[in-house]
Nanobody, 122 residues
């Protein structure tokens, strides 16, 4: 069993900053790729930022220069530092990771966090 627990969401005025955390726990051998997605009412879920096991990152054009994704492999945790927040960043943010649960079972499995609300007011 694996669980991803997100934290750090909340309310913030435009121009402010928030840091989201997503910690994976349970039976985990290694974590491959991790990412942050968001979904606003009436819109499709979109990839905000992704990071590979080797540390390579990619970002949606709308957040480049403002958001930074990072990971702490020792803690099985991925972060999303969000600076210069805009009202259009308002959404539910979801953490996603692909991981290998056992050393003897190499298949990657996909897990999602419960989602955390980020609301940015003008």
């Amino acid at each position: 069993q694996v669980q991803l627990v997100e934290s750090g969401g909340g309310f913030m005025q435009a121009g402010g900053s928030l840091r989201l955390s997503c910690a994976a726990s349970g039976t985990i051998f290694s974590i491959n790729n991790m990412g942050w997605y968001r979904q606003a009412p009436g819109k499709q879920r979109e990839l905000v930022a992704g990071i590979t096991s080797g540390g390579s990152t990619n970002y949606a054009d709308s957040v480049k220069g403002r958001f930074t994704i990072s990971r702490d492999n020792a803690k099985n945790t991925v972060y999303l530092q969000m600076n210069s927040l805009k009202p259009e960043d308002t959404a539910v943010y979801y953490c996603d990771c692909k991981l290998q649960r056992h050393w003897w079972y190499g298949s990657l499995e996909d897990y999602w966090g419960q989602g955390t609300q980020v609301t940015v007011s003008s």
